[in-house]
């Protein structure tokens, strides 16, 4: 009896109607839920007219890309207009849910409306944004239909960066016409770009204005969340400079034994056109010149490949082979109907190789002209894992399709490359006879990984260094090409093979200047690629800390579902969770740790210690040279370089020989 009495007082209780806290509750609850509804739909409504209007805007872009000619710049043009009229329109609906969208309780909804409260270069208005566009499309035209003439016969002067150059700089060791193809590459391309450079960091620093940042450098980095971004990429430099340095001291050795000290000096920087690469980038190409132990097996299967009649195709359906090993999703039909994979002949594209999302949820393709090396099969599996990425997150909003940062998005392909590349793996897949446990063959294996991952390090670091001081003003217009050079030399301790001035523009010769693309996501995906492939690795079990048998360096996850599926798990998040989270998910950590590339490297980071010693090298670089002038126009019309001063390293001898000409000139006057 008593138990009904109170339950009666407290029915009664909540019976109270107005003034009750339990309705009013009750009544914010369901104005939530109201607005959270709306917003859902209205979001909806924008991310699938958003995919359309992507769909077409992405299509035109693709279509001038593989067929550079005016018609499809002038449809490229006019599509990115209309693209952009359309993001503009939907930031301004965006904008009247200000004040909104911060009150919404369910998170996946509010990182959408944050994502999409950044307009872009859209903000600028429609003729500023035609001229912008024209300007990014007119650079990269310029870099992508450069030619050069030949060194051994001048009046053939149809050679290209792909396959052409890349080639001769791979193969030759005539220094002479490496030193050509080096200098001519650019009065083709860079010189060329330096001017509409000038006016586009200008619009470009406008459009971030506009969007609440102070340059376009800010802007790029906002993707990563941090607030402390430019100091971690410096940290994480430091924690790896020390290999580096070890790295280039001793190929500088190797290439002073094949080219004379005349060339290349004992504590000098390295001249840039010998590294077999254009940009000096990865150096991989020389390996036949600084493999530690000759006779042992040989990792670059380029010959196999050739030997059994490899094509573009069979590249690429290794590497579908190798996604669906994990149990991760295979290239749909369109990839394989609609991509190019091959130069076609009788018409110009942009050869640089790339993957593209169409916005549909089922159109992927790769831009690639191949070539039959086994550099440019480790190429597939990046591009490959692109569309892998694409492929796995194709379910979320529009604005959630894209990597945890833009440096996940590279270091998908590159986790598989690093398994790829083991021997263990290419016997696998036929491409080598047998693998041997032999610690020497170990130190050839690693020397060629280092080659590739390890000297690209400093310039993955200071291609976006560079830009962040161009588009912040702390480095002047007056100034560019030689603060390119200081930054070269500085960090990568590299040089020109002639004179440089600025009457050149250098950066401008790496297709991601005049083409726009960030750079600084490489350097990021250099480092947190270890950090997964040490992740699933040891998810694999064929990593053991604790087990001599099973180092990271040697582990294959190919045909391993379980590191498959956790990679997968991480890659359907896009970016819908902040990159610190998605890495957690996969590694259980939240920071990038260069450590694991030390860890991955430590026997040949010994090797090399000891090496250098035994030879008595010296670890780092300095010169007297005058790398870049702040002059340029005599050497343009002269070919001779200019006497102007120097913005690049002056040592001693070099201070003291300028003082004496001074002195002298003075006199005369």
Same mark, same amino acid.
């Given at each position: ?20 806290? =339990? ?70 609906? =965006? ?15 509010? !990182? #959408? ?8 270069? $859209?903000?600028?208005?429609? @003729? ?27 009046? /053939? ?34 010189? /060329? ?7 586009? %960091? ?43 340095? #070890?790295?280039?001291?001793? %190929?500088? *050795? ?12 004992? *504590? ?17 190409? =020389? ?6 132990? #000759?006779? @042992? ?9 050739? &030997? ?27 990839? +394989? ?18 993957? +593209? ?29 692109? %569309? ?32 790829? $590349? ?60 030689? $603060? ?7 960090? &990568? ?37 270890? &950090? ?6 040891? @998810?694999?079990? &064929? ?28 890659? @359907? ?16 950590? /939240? ?34 040279? %005058? ?6 126009? !005599? ?35």
């Amino acid at each position: 009896m008593l138990l009904v009495v109170w339950t009666c007082v407290l029915v009664g209780a909540l019976a109270v109607p107005q003034h009750s806290p =339990v309705h009013v509750a009750d009544q914010a609850r369901s104005e939530s839920e109201s607005l959270e509804e709306e917003a859902r739909t209205f979001l909806a409504g924008v991310d699938e007219r958003g995919s359309t209007e992507c769909t077409a805007a992405t299509m035109a872009s693709w279509e001038y890309a593989s067929d550079i000619n005016e018609r499809n710049k002038k449809i490229k043009a006019e599509a990115q207009l209309k693209y952009a009229d359309w993001q503009k329109e939907s930031w301004q609906m =965006v904008k009247k849910w200000n004040g909104r969208w911060e009150t919404l309780s369910d998170p996946f909804l509010k !990182r #959408q409306f944050k994502a999409m409260s950044i307009l872009g270069t $859209a903000a600028l208005d429609k @003729k500023e944004l035609e001229k912008y566009n024209s300007l990014v499309t007119d650079m990269s035209t310029i870099y992508s239909t450069a030619k050069i003439c030949d060194y051994k016969n001048p009046k /053939k002067c149809d050679l290209e960066l792909e396959p052409d150059l890349t080639r001769i700089l791979r193969t030759s060791r005539d220094y002479g016409e490496l030193q050509h193809v080096w200098k001519m590459w650019r009065h083709a391309s860079g010189r /060329k770009v330096r001017d509409h450079y000038k006016l586009f %960091v200008r619009l470009a620093n406008k459009a971030a204005k506009l969007n609440g940042f102070d340059n376009m450098g800010d802007m790029w980095l906002y993707p990563y969340e941090s607030d402390t971004f430019r100091e971690d990429m410096a940290e994480l430099w430091e924690q790896l400079r020390p290999l580096y340095q #070890q790295m280039h001291a001793y %190929v500088r *050795r190797k290439l002073r034994e094949q080219y004379g000290e005349e060339y290349v000096s004992k *504590r000098g920087p390295i001249p840039a056109h010998l590294l077999g690469n254009m940009w000096s980038q990865s150096w991989g190409e =020389v390996y036949s010149l600084a493999i530690p132990y #000759q006779g @042992k097996t040989h990792v670059d299967v380029t010959p196999q490949m050739v &030997q059994q009649n490899y094509t573009p195709r069979k590249m690429f359906e290794l590497s579908d082979d190798f996604f669906g090993s994990l149990n991760l999703t295979r290239m749909p039909s369109e990839f +394989w109907t609609e991509s190019i994979i091959e130069k076609p002949k009788e018409r110009d594209i942009i050869c640089h190789a790339s993957a +593209w999302d169409f916005c549909n949820g089922k159109d992927f393709r790769i831009k690639q002209c191949t070539d039959v090396t086994m550099s440019d099969l480790i190429t597939v599996h990046h591009e490959m894992g692109h %569309v892998e990425y694409f492929l796995q997150y194709k379910h979320l909003p529009a604005v959630f399709r894209e990597g945890a940062n833009p440096g996940f998005h590279e270091a998908v392909g590159d986790v598989l490359a690093l398994s790829v $590349a083991t021997p263990k793996h290419l016997a696998k897949v036929g491409l080598l006879d047998e693998v041997h446990d032999d610690d020497e063959e170990d130190i050839n294996f690693l020397m060629n990984m280092a080659l590739d991952k390890i000297t690209f390090l400093p310039f993955g670091y200071l291609m976006d260094n560079w830009r962040w001081d161009v588009f912040s003003g702390k480095t002047p217009e007056k100034d560019w090409n030689c $603060a390119w050079w200081n930054l070269r030399y500085n960090i &990568q301790g590299i040089k020109p093979p002639v004179q440089r001035s600025e009457f050149d523009f250098d950066p401008g010769a790496k297709y991601h200047i005049p083409a726009n693309v960030p750079y600084i996501r490489y350097f990021v995906s250099y480092v947190v690629q270890f &950090q997964f492939h040490k992740a699933l690795c040891i @998810k694999a079990g &064929q990593y053991d800390p604790q087990d001599p048998s099973k180092p990271l360096h040697k582990c294959d996850i190919y045909q391993s579902t379980e590191a498959g599926n956790a990679l997968g798990d991480m890659l @359907k998040l896009g970016s819908s969770v902040a990159w610190p989270e998605a890495m957690a998910a996969l590694t259980g950590g /939240k920071r990038m740790d260069a450590s694991v590339i030390r860890e991955y490297f430590k026997p040949l980071e010994t090797w090399l210690t000891n090496d250098n010693q035994k030879h008595g090298e010296f670890v780092g670089w300095e010169t007297d040279e %005058v790398l870049c002038t702040s002059d340029g126009p !005599r050497e343009a019309a002269t070919g001779e370089p200019s006497s102007a001063t120097t913005l690049v390293p002056a040592g001693p001898l070099y201070l003291l020989l300028f003082l004496l000409v001074g002195l002298l000139l003075s006199h005369r006057s």
